[in-house]
């Protein structure tokens, strides 16, 4: 079983930056598949970024050259680096991963005002 702990959410202006990481309650390392979704008001949950297996990365074609996908094996944390923010990057974001079944954390509000 994994917990997964996101945070680093709040509320920026258009054009501003946030980091949100995500603390799994176990080692990362061995573990392909950790993702980024976001659920924006009264529409479905989307991905945002992931890693798969090799460390490949992907993102969904609104926030390609805007956002990044990290991860410290060390920590047993993935980073999502959000840099010039939209207000249409408004919603929650969550942090899953895949073993053996779905997690996934509680979700960290990202809110971006114009």
């Known amino acids: 079983q994994v917990q997964l702990v996101e945070s680093g959410g709040g509320l920026v202006q258009a054009g501003g930056s946030l980091r949100l990481s995500c603390t799994a309650s176990r080692s990362i390392s061995s573990i392909n598949t950790m993702a980024w979704y976001r659920q924006a008001p009264g529409k479905g949950r989307e991905l945002v970024a992931r890693?798969?297996?090799?460390?490949?990365?992907s993102y969904a074609d609104s926030v390609k050259g805007r956002f990044t996908i990290s991860r410290d094996n060390a920590k047993n944390t993935v980073y999502l680096q959000m840099n010039s923010l939209k207000p249409e990057d408004t919603a929650v974001y969550y942090c899953?991963?895949?073993?053996?079944?779905?997690?996934w954390g509680q979700g960290t509000q990202v809110t971006v005002s114009s």
């Open positions: 890693f798969t297996v090799g460390s490949t990365t």
């Open positions: 899953n991963t895949y073993w053996g079944s779905n997690y």
